[in-house]
């Protein structure tokens, strides 16, 4: 079994920042990437930001230059940094990562439980 659990969310005002964490647990051989998504009321879940096992990243456009995803791959730990917070980024963020439990196995999605991100004054 894996387990992905979440934590960090909460209630921000807009320019203000979050860190997100999301640590895996269980029966893991190895981690390719891993990203952030996210899920507005009514919207599709998009992709926010990844993180490659090499530590490659890339964003969605639109947070692009407030947001930072890092990874500790001792701690199956990933991080997301959110700064100069708007309305807009409010959703229910999701953590994802690719990976192996054993050797040999193929990779497979797991998904983190979900945390409210909210922004307003």
């Known amino acids: 079994q894996v387990q992905l659990v979440e934590s960090g969310g909460g209630l921000v005002q807009p320019g203000g920042s979050l860190r997100l964490s999301c640590a895996a647990s269980?029966?893991?051989?190895?981690?390719?990437?891993i990203g952030w998504y996210r899920q507005a009321p009514g919207k599709q879940r998009e992709l926010v930001a990844a993180?490659?096992?090499?530590?490659?990243?890339n964003y969605a456009d639109s947070v692009k230059g407030r947001f930072t995803i890092s990874r500790d791959n001792a701690k199956n730990t990933v991080y997301l940094q959110m700064n100069s917070l708007k309305p807009e980024d409010t959703a229910v963020y999701y953590c994802?990562?690719?990976?192996?439990?054993?050797?040999?196995?193929?990779?497979?999605?797991?998904w983190g439980q979900g945390t409210q991100v909210t922004v307003s004054s």
């Open positions: 993180i490659t096992s090499g530590g490659s990243t």
């Open positions: 269980g029966s893991i051989f190895s981690i390719n990437a």
């Open positions: 994802n990562f690719r990976l192996r439990r054993y050797y040999g196995s193929y990779e497979y999605d797991y």
